[in-house]
């Protein structure tokens, strides 16, 4: 059962009161890990801009920290998910307290946006690419000029000069030799171009260089999000508690849904201390 329960019985009330002060304490104590600083970026038309941004590498030490103060808990290491644009940091942690089981996750959901680096030579390779992309239009229309000259002489000599697309086509297919031969020679009349290639290797460079001025800014919101909000990509921060009743430890066998007014008071004081005690490694971690 996901906490906060939704009995009123004494088990509901001090687990829910205790996984308030859990949910405060992350609110607080994460503020500082996912808080905005302003970045110099460049867009890809060249506008130099002022934007927000954070850095996650704050939030996975943030996460280190908490672990390290989650005495007696299991802890499943920092984790890290992508979804296109989308990102998602988080740990997730687990105790047997007698026969309660919990688990808890802590998480943050952020889109990652790309952007140059405010660098002059993004313009320069721009102007370099849009440059080489001119003179590949000349070349590559005088290529295919001569290519189709040397294919239609070739199909004259083979006697398919008079045949449409589709007989073309069909002939092509069924006779792989020949659509073979015809390649051979269209890569032949290539190799007359070498500035094409020159062109194509000094374009993949640019492109190359390019990527390697390309960084990412990171967007998120100080805002508590549920599950169901995170599911559906919102940006913010999460955490929620489970607890299952262990029916077999050897076989860890668990039941999600349980009468929680059959619980005890002293187990209900323990599970609550718990939860307090993560609260308090949570404001530590800070």
Known sequence: MRIPLKGND??????????????DAYLDSIKP????????????????????????????????????NMNGWLASGISKSITDDLHRLFCQFNKDVGKIYISGYFGVQFHALPYYKADKRVIEIQKELAKIADEATVVFKDMTGKTDKVLQAELEG?????????????????????????????VSVESQFPEFERMRDQKTRLFAELGDLMIELYQTAHASLDYNRLMQGEEGVCTYFDIELIKNKKTNKREAVFETKKITKEVADRIASELLKVADAVKKAK
């Not at 110099?40 to 941004?53: E, I």
């Open 158 to 186: 083979r006697g398919y000069a008079d045949l449409d697309f589709q007989e073309l086509f069909t002939k092509l297919f069924d006779d792989e030799k020949l659509a073979e031969e015809l390649d051979k020679k269209a």
């Open 10 to 23: 004494y088990f509901c009330q001090q687990v829910n009161a205790a996984f308030e002060k859990i949910l």
């Open 33 to 68: 890990a996912i808080t905005m600083q302003k970045a110099v970026a460049m867009l890809g038309d060249g506008t130099v801009t002022q934007t927000d941004t954070f850095d996650p590498q704050n939030v996975q030490t943030f996460y280190q920290r908490l672990t390290n």
